[in-house]
Each structure stands twice: as C-alpha cells, then as structure tokens.
C-alpha cells in the first residue's frame, strides 16, 4: 500500500511540473522538403514616420564644403561618443508633422519616404550647394521591444531596417522553456493606429505573416504555458496544487483496497 502510494505522489509531482515535447518545438508542422524554394511576398517597406531619429550622412568631392550639412557627432565635433549615446547627441528628428529641418535647405519632408527615397531627393536638393553629392540615410532608433517568456528581455537597438520577429526572438536571448510558442503577440502602431496580431511559432503560416517582418517600435510578448504558474506561484499555494490530486488518489486506492 505505501509503496503504490509513494509512487502515485512521485509520478503527480513530476507530471505536474513537465513541458511536453511538442511544447518546446518549433515549426513542428514545416514540412522543409530538400531545396525548397518560395517566394517572398511579405517583405515590408518601410517607410519613416513622425518622431524617427535619422543619421544623414553627406560626402562630397570637397569635403570641406560638405562640413555643414553632417552633425557635429559624425564628424568628431563631439569627441568620442558611444554608440549608445550617439543618438543622444545626433541625428534629425522628424517631428509631428513629418519634417526634418536641414542646414540651408530648411524644411524637408520625411515621413511616408522610405531612406532610399529620402536620400534621392536630399541629393537633388544639394547639387545647388555641392558638387556630385553622396547621401546615406540610415535609422538611429531602429528598436523592438520583446518582452515575456525569452532569456533576455528588454528593447533591442537593431543595426538595419530589415529584421525578422525570429531574428528578435534570437536577439532575445530565444524562447525559455515555458513559451507558449503557438502564441507570440506583435503590438504594432503606426499612422496613428495600433494593430495586434497573434503568431503561431509552430505552423508554417508565421513566414507569410505581414508582422512576419518587423517595423519600428514593435512590441513582441511571448506567453508563458500553463505550466509556468507552478515555478511562481505562493509556496503555500503550490503544495495545496501537489497535496490535493496526491489526497484525490490515495482516497480513490484505500476505496478499492476495501472493496476487495
């Protein structure tokens, strides 16, 4: 009698405390055959908005000329600055109504441009000041947030524009033990508007996804299994959770044992 109900409690706990298999994969419905192509028809475009942090970069065949128009940080006019810092000390801010305001060039509309679109027309408007001008536009608050169920929690400063929701995930730290991988929510705003969109780690579905690809300032929260509730839950809480099923079966064995 002890023994079955010593091995009634030790088979209780542990399954109370396991993640299954299939909880812990990935992409478990991908059927990857060999050398496989597809198409990509999901890439995003994106596009600048109100309150982007913009380096432009200007070089010319005479430097000193193109002195005027590159902030003070990229040209060593601010000593050495961190790369965390940088952005603190330079770069165009778009404003609520789109513009950034440019050295002799005043006011010049970002938001809705993409950088490739941007740099063209900065370079259109400087052939009147330099000669054969070049102009780099790049993203200095290029940022996601992933937060929930992943190793490494927190904002993460992306280098380039174009990055995955796996890529995050992977900047993260990747998805603890108790993720719940077939619900991985992206929080989007943009124009105004915030979106939601739930994804599904596990189906195949999550490659054509629109929120497949990031933009900036997107939030992913990674759920936590039901399982999780057991590693922070009230101790007392916990062994009320363990005792009762362990009562439940030991009441059930000592019925049958006396029915015989």
């Known amino acids: 009698m002890r023994p079955l109900l010593f091995v009634s409690l030790l088979f209780l706990l542990l399954c109370s ?8 994969v990935n992409f478990e419905s991908i059927e990857a055959e060999r050398e496989r192509i597809e198409t990509i028809d999901n890439a995003l475009t994106l596009h600048i908005q109100p309150r982007d942090l913009l380096r432009i970069q200007v070089i010319s065949v005479n430097p000193d000329a193109a002195l005027p128009f590159n902030d003070q940080a990229l040209t060593g006019g601010l000593g ?9 000390f330079s770069g165009y ?4 109504d789109g513009f950034i305001d440019l050295p002799l060039l005043g006011r010049v509309e970002a938001a809705g441009q993409t950088v490739e679109s941007l740099q063209f027309l900065i370079r259109g408007k400087l052939e009147s000041y330099l000669v054969e001008p070049v102009v780099n536009v790049r993203y200095l608050n290029f940022k996601v947030t992933v937060i929930g169920e992943v190793t490494q929690p927190g904002v993460i400063a992306l280098p380039n524009s174009r990055v ?3 890529e995050a995930i992977g900047l993260a730290g990747d998805l603890t033990d108790y993720a719940n991988r077939n619900s991985v929510l992206v929080v989007r705003e943009q124009d105004g508007e915030r979106s939601y969109k739930r994804l599904n780690f596990q189906n195949d579905e999550i490659f054509s996804s629109e929120f497949y690809y990031l933009k900036q300032n997107d939030v992913i929260y990674v759920e936590p299994i039901r399982a999780r509730t057991a590693t922070v839950q009230d101790p007392a809480q916990r062994f009320v959770s363990y005792i009762t099923p362990v009562i439940s079966v030991a009441g059930l064995i000592i019925a049958l044992t006396r029915g015989r």
């Open 164 to 166: 995955t929701v796996l």
């Open 17 to 24: 405390s396991c993640v299954s298999y299939s909880e812990l």
């Open 93 to 96: 801010l778009v404003d609520e």
């Open 80 to 88: 050495q600055v961190s790369n965390q810092n940088l952005q603190l």
